[in-house]
């Protein structure tokens, strides 16, 4: 609780900030009160521009799933948009509390969760960003309650007491911004409910052996202020269950969440609407590296990690890799570190004492004020501002696997070449290598503001400013030599190799507009454009070399701080949709989106001599080091045709898109495991085109419910694409794109008694085979899987009780979201060692089997 309070001191800049925003609109809206209405919580008007709803509520008008997908409250069947939606009953009813979970009712959605740099990574449709720097914004933009979060740090954090999560597809610049090239993930927690109301959730895991408990009170304050507290808390004890001999403290890698959060809803008077979040999250864990298994390649062996010259000249250094080849056995190697790279280490990375075993703990503060203030009859005004503040810390050790005794490959005395690492070698010794502490940190600020009209006539439009502000910093201590297993560093005593400092400090900001033309009473037209400008600037300092790598000129010194390395670009993204309603269960749409990413500096360049060119006197070398640094934007282009349709007095709902985009200078991030080094490249052109097909059903049998996904998906390089490896991958698939994928769910409710109730669901999610990386033609590929889900209850029909059995991947299918190459792979030497070949896989959680129990009142 200390560090929870310290955590609140520190972000007295959010409080600060938010309260002026409140008050500057407050004073705005008491002037205008006369001419005000009622708004929503996260809108000023509906589609129909007459019947104003709470936009928080996902359902509203009997079955009408309310979306927000134009900024605006609008009916899922309405909205020209292709979305998938996922209720919050259906997110508790599978104990769905984390991003990954959503992927199994959105197909071609995969979500990895995990690693030192984004801490996670998104992808829709076969386009996604790096999880390796957290210099890449997500190509899925992460919308947090109307606020778009810059970092991936959210996908490692459970999400709780959720009203409604919306998965938008394609290209959404127009109204979600620069970072919306492949789509939208929509979060939308709950808000205070008008009377008072108390409930919570416990549940037990089996698999995982972790408990979870949630909880909330919601209700009114007074007759113009709600507020909703609620909390939550898991501690998982085998979320990274370790091998056997795995030389380890923590046998099995724990996880630990607690996220805390404040909803005041307050309405003072007609017309005006405040809503203010306040949320705190605190992520603990055993190491950066989630379930990350091996597989060894077609050598078939585990290969040996090969330090201090890469086994190509006589004093490298060779430790046994410790790890089966047994990829799929959802048991895992990953050993503490070497005793000779587990001392002193360059602060300030370190947060609590280090002894070489790997932890991880994520701060983040989010604060989001959303008001809405009707300025006449007509017209309304409405602001968002978030905020931001995180802190994340990963001590881990990335040559995934080491165990002693360590040898030299000519039989030289391992003390002639590293008595540090001579001195305690032996038999299970622990010796993971590649050590890493990064800290990566951020602070965002953003504003939007937004006027939309409301008329009862043909035209209705939308003007918007959107700015932001952020500065974030990757602080890390690295063993990228390991020259620590020779000596300490003769001057402090550092065991890492380094420590780099890289801040880059960023501004965007846009105007946007958007206009809908009713042009008959069933024909509608609706479009607009965004303009985009961003800057960025970012700065390397390394404050400390060991002073043995110092005096080789590979490496900089100590203290080699850069000149400013610039960015900016700019862009304008058009959007327009044509839409006809046949009758009002059937409406045909066609339009054209474009979209945009910004590149940026990438902050993964190792400290090496080539950085001393950005302060050269020859303009020409600077500009070609710093460009050698930066990425270019990513932009997208194309369209989609659909339809969506409800039969059967409403009772079935077919809903269908083909759609067509061109991605060109796709943001791409590889890692060579030979040579130790990131390649930030960008893809020539890549094209995806499919059909999305989204169907329910309510069945004639009383309480029987089905539902489903269907995609069809071709997404390939279509130009030129030369990879780090010398690969061209013009015409092969890209990377987390099966070509077929889908998904089919059920859910039966009846009465037992007048007073209990049983329930049954279930969900079957099918996916073709994949590639998961995109540096090479033979790429590991994923074989075809499928998943299976179910949850039988029994509980009170009003909610009030329930018992639920909850059963997720009940068949414990194993498969990879992403892969690359294990540093420290044995490259072309003369010594008989086998060059390496094993591939890092980042698998999926295997079953999971809750009992949970549930009251409402």
């Known amino acids: 609780m200390s560090e929870i309070l310290t955590g609140v001191g520190k972000s007295r800049t959010l409080y600060r900030i938010l309260l002026c925003s409140a008050g500057g609109l407050a004073m705005v809206a008491a002037a205008q009160s006369a001419h005000a209405q009622d708004a929503s919580s996260d809108t000023s008007q509906t589609k129909s521009g007459t019947d104003k709803q709470n936009a928080n509520q996902p359902i509203a008008n009997g079955n009408e799933i309310i979306v927000m997908a ?40 995969n979500v990895q969760v995990g690693g030192s740099g984004s801490g996670g990574q998104i992808s829709l449709r076969g386009i996604g960003s790096s999880n390796i720097s957290a210099a890449f914004d997500s190509a899925v933009a992460f919308d947090y309650d109307g606020v778009q979060i810059s970092t991936m740090r959210m996908v490692q954090a459970a999400f709780f007491d959720v009203k409604q999560v919306d998965v938008l597809k394609g290209p959404q610049s127009l109204y979600f911004g620069k970072s919306a090239t492949a789509g939208v993930f929509s979060v939308r927690t709950a808000d205070p409910t008008p009377d008072w109301e108390v409930g919570g959730t416990a549940s037990y895991e089996f698999q995982e052996k972790g408990w979870t408990g949630q909880g909330y009170i919601s209700g009114p304050l007074t007759d113009t202020l709600g507020i909703r507290a609620a909390a939550y808390y898991n501690d998982v004890k085998e979320y990274v269950p370790l091998q056997a001999d795995t030389p380890a403290v923590n046998k099995n890698r724990g996880l630990r969440n607690f996220i805390g959060r404040l909803t005041f809803d307050w309405k003072p008077v007609a017309g005006f ?50 790890y089966n080849c047994n990829a799929f056995d959802g048991k895992f190697f ?27 703990q994520t701060d983040l503060w989010f604060g989001r004020l959303l008001m809405n203030m009707d300025v006449t009859d007509h017209l309304s005004i409405t602001s968002t501002t978030g905020i931001v503040d995180l802190n994340a810390i990963d001590v881990d050790n990335y040559s995934y696997g080491g165990v002693g005794p360590a040898y030299t490959p000519l039989g030289i005395p391992l003390s002639a070449i590293a008595p540090a690492l001579a001195a305690v070698n032996g038999p299970g010794v622990p010796m993971g290598v590649g050590s890493s502490d990064p800290r990566n940190w951020l602070k965002q600020y953003t504003q939007e503001l937004r006027l939309a009209s409301d008329y009862s006539g043909m035209f209705n439009f939308m003007l918007g400013a959107f700015y932001e502000w952020r500065k974030n910093g990757l602080s890390t201590a690295q063993n990228a030599v390991n020259i620590g297993l020779i000596t300490p560093d003769p001057v402090t005593g550092y065991t890492y190799d380094y420590r780099k400092d890289q801040i880059t400090k960023g501004e965007a900001w846009a105007v946007f507009g958007s206009a809908k033309l009713d042009l008959t009473s069933q024909l509608e037209l609706s479009g607009g454009v965004r303009y985009t ?35 900016s670009d700019s862009n304008w993204s058009p959007e327009v949709t044509l839409k006809y309603e046949f009758t009002p269960d059937l409406n045909v749409f066609a339009s054209f989106k474009s979209g945009f990413k910004s590149g940026g500096i990438d902050n993964s360049a190792l400290p090496t001599s080539s950085l001393t060119g950005l302060g050269s006197p020859d303009p020409v070398v600077a500009a070609a080091v710093a460009d050698g640094l930066k990425f270019q934007s990513e932009r ?28 060109k200078n796709l943001q791409v991030q590889n890692f060579d495991p030979v040579a130790i080094q990131y390649a930030t490249l960008n893809a020539g052109e890549l094209t995806t085109k499919g059909i999305d097909v989204s169907w329910s059903w309510i069945t004639p049998l009383d309480g029987f419910n089905l539902n489903g996904n269907l995609s069809l998906l071709d997404a390939k390089f279509s130009k030129t694409f030369i990879t780090d490896t010398g690969q061209d991958l013009n015409g092969r698939h890209a990377a987390r794109a099966p070509t077929f994928s889908g998904n089919i769910a059920f859910d039966y409710r009846t009465p037992i008694t007048d007073t209990v109730e049983f ?25 075809s899987f499928a998943t299976f889900d179910a949850t039988v209850s029994v509980g009170s029909p009003d909610g009030r009780w329930k018992l639920a059995l909850i059963g997720n991947n009940i068949a414990n299918k194993l498969y990879v979201l992403s892969s690359g190459g294990r540093p420290f792979l044995p490259g072309a030497n003369p010594f008989g060692i086998p060059p390496g070949d094993d591939v890092i896989l980042s698998e999926n959680r295997g079953r999971q089997v809750f009992l949970q129990a549930s009251f409402k009142y």
């Open 70 to 109: 134009r900024k605006q409250a609008e009916t899922l069947q309405d909205t020209p948009v292709t979305i998938a939606t996922i209720g919050g009953g259906t997110l508790k009813n599978y104990a769905m509390t984390d991003v990954q979970n959503v992927s199994d009712r959105v197909p071609t959605l």
């Open 533 to 567: 400008k961003e800057t960025k600037v970012s700065r390397i300092s390394v404050p400390y070399m060991s002073a043995i790598l110092a005096a080789n000129p590979l490496f900089v010194s100590t203290g080699y701080h850069s000149p400013p390395i610039n960015f």
């Open 334 to 360: 990953l050993p503490d570190t070497a005793p000779p790279l587990a001392g002193s280490v360059p602060k300030p990375s370190i947060a609590r004492g280090y002894n070489g075993v790997p932890f991880g």
């Open 759 to 783: 329930g049954l669901s279930g969900n079957v999610t099918y996916s073709g085979s994949y590639f998961t990386a995109q540096q090479s033609l033979t790429d590991y590929k994923q074989d």
């Open 273 to 322: 609407h405040a809503n203010l979040k306040v949320q705190y999250l605190r992520n603990e864990n055993d190491g950066a590296i989630a379930r990350s298994d091996l597989y060894c390649g077609k050598n078939g062996i585990a290969d040996p990690i090969v330090l201090l010259g890469g086994g190509g000249v006589p004093f490298s250094v060779v430790i046994p890799a410790g």
């Open 636 to 663: 997208a282009i194309g369209g989609e045709v659909g339809f969506k349709s409800q039969l059967d007095d409403r009772r079935v709902t077919l809903n269908g898109t083909a759609y067509y985009y061109v991605f």
